[in-house]
């Protein structure tokens, strides 16, 4: 997006400076516009912007961005030079002011005084809420293999009907958490299955109401038990039941499973085709947990999805809108040049709405262990974007449990992890990864819809309002290679949190002239 583009709206008759008027009727008083009775208004001053181009006439100025009714009305110049207002390494360093104008706070302004830069806000593409903050639950781990995970993780379950209190605090502390990083929009796994029956479900469903107003938390029921209980069953079992019934709950917006936990690949292909049913039945998303393995001679189910997808659609059997995310997909990581192509050719030119979602800090820890040297197990964001043009999402997945006992639950503390793992540091590269946690994150979410604006990384009009605020960035690569930790999260035109570090060091004395040097006599 060039800047006569960005400052000249679509509409030849629109100004940038156009603000939501107050009509005067014959009473001659000012009656507000329903833009500003029914939404808040916020005016960011002073902040940088992203953009899809490196030219440092566009990236360097500052902008204010105007958001009314939870979208971006307009955005204009603010001045000629970004640096104009401090030095980037200014210490302390400037933190955005923010006023409410009325009492209501109904119309806000956020003076970002020439520091940090304004991104789309961050997306957990795909997070545990039930298993968050478990692992001083779960027995000690000794091996740290996935089989292990699964049986200390199931004895920690069976706890959760007898112990909601704890299960509500956990996802409530990881909502918050995640909050304060700047995320907006969250799939958050919740599980059905026999130990926990819909204990998960309901605590998700309550944190989903409590939250609505600062971040969307997108529950989805999942089913990471087997749907058939042994490899002799023609027919599911409970966890199918329990899962079709979790999918009529009121909030809930998506379905998914773990097609590689069932006992054979025939009854994995079978979960698959009961998850699509169960999606077309409710009208919901899909989410897969799929081809996680580095195993050559395993069939990569992907293509079972793609061929099974591609038939409901042409067959009238897929609700428009929906969307099907795979995660892990460790297994791709094998694929030769021809499987790319041959999946570009489905996801990019034809057009299949699914959306592949990589899980460094799981796949990393998990993936590999049986090899003398770990591989990078894991999707590879900048490289696939580059050489096939297929957009992927990372995600955190887990935070504190035995599938992923390290990392924090920043979506973008991936992107510096993906810098090093891809060896990817260019600006270009620093884009990919970016957008991986944010636009691409979303569409995983929530699939694309008609009509709406194009994604972009840079504020349009039109757009959704949700944006972090990075304090102490400047530019795109920055906030890639080291992301502020100070923060401010908009949601739909409305700062809903915001997060600054407090420091402190030791006051330094004058240091005392140093004495004339002397040699040491031989």
């Not at 972009?456 to 080291?482: K, Y």
Request: charged share 20%; glycine share 6%; net charge negative.
């Amino acid at each position: 997006m060039g800047l006569s583009q960005l400052l000249n709206p679509q509409s030849p008759h629109h100004s940038p400076y156009a603000r939501p008027t107050a009509t005067l009727p014959a009473n001659g008083h000012a009656t507000p516009s329903p833009a500003f009775t029914d939404y808040p208004s916020l005016v960011i001053r002073n902040v940088h912007l992203p953009f899809d181009s490196d030219d440092p006439t566009l990236a360097d100025p500052l902008y204010n961005v105007y958001c009314v009714g939870g979208r971006v009305d307009s955005v204009e110049l603010a001045t000629t030079n970004g640096n104009s207002q401090g030095s980037r390494h200014s210490t302390p360093p400037h933190h955005p002011e923010y006023q409410a104008r009325d009492r209501q706070g109904v119309h806000a302004e956020l003076d970002a005084q020439g520091r940090g830069i304004l991104l789309p806000a961050l997306c957990h593409a795909h997070i545990h809420l039930d298993k968050c903050f478990l692992l001083d639950q779960c027995d000690e781990l000794v091996t740290g293999h996935f089989a292990e995970a699964l049986r200390v993780t199931a004895k920690a379950k069976s706890t959760f009907p007898h112990n909601r209190d704890d299960l509500y605090d956990r996802g409530r502390k990881l909502i918050l958490q995640s909050v304060e990083c700047g995320v907006t929009t969250m799939r958050a796994h919740v599980e059905v299955d026999e130990a926990v029956h819909f204990a998960c479900v309901d605590t998700g469903l309550r944190l989903q109401k409590l939250f609505r107003d600062i971040c969307h938390v997108q529950i989805a029921v999942f089913a990471q038990d087997p749907l058939f209980a042994s490899p002799m069953d023609d027919r599911p079992g409970l966890n199918y039941v329990l899962l079709q019934s979790a999918v009529h709950r009121p909030g809930v917006e998506a379905v998914g499973s773990a097609p590689y936990v069932e006992p054979t690949i025939a009854h994995a292909k079978r979960n698959i085709d009961l998850v699509l049913d169960l999606a077309l039945e409710a009208g919901l998303h899909v989410d897969f947990y799929l081809d996680y393995n580095l195993e050559p001679g395993a069939e990569p189910l992907v293509w079972y999805v793609l061929d099974r997808l591609r038939e409901r659609i042409q067959h009238g059997r897929w609700r428009p809108g929906t969307h099907v995310a795979i995660g892990h997909a460790t297994r791709l990581t094998l694929f030769s040049q021809e499987e790319w192509a041959r999946l570009r050719a489905a996801l990019v030119e034809e057009r299949l709405p699914v959306t592949l979602v990589g899980l460094p800090p799981s796949d990393l820890y998990m993936m590999g262990r049986h090899m003398e040297s770990a591989p990078r197990s894991t999707l590879n964001v900048p490289k696939l974007a580059e050489e096939h043009g297929i957009r992927v999402a990372m995600a955190v997945n887990n935070v504190e449990n035995a599938f992923t006992p390290q990392g924090p639950v920043d979506p973008l503390g991936l992107c510096p992890l993906g810098v090093a793992i891809f060896q990817a540091g260019t600006k270009k590269d620093c884009r990919a990864l970016l957008e991986s946690v944010t636009l691409t994150a979303r569409l995983a979410v929530e699939g694309a819809h008609k009509g709406a604006p194009p994604p972009s990384i840079t504020p349009a009009r039109g757009m959704r309002a949700d944006f972090v605020l990075l304090h102490e960035n400047d530019t795109l690569h920055g906030a890639a290679l080291n992301p502020s930790f100070s923060r401010t999260t908009i949601r739909r035109g409305q700062v809903v949190a915001r997060r600054v570090a407090q420091t402190w060091i030791l006051p330094q004395k004058t240091p005392s002239p140093d004495p004339p040097y002397r040699a040491s006599p031989v």
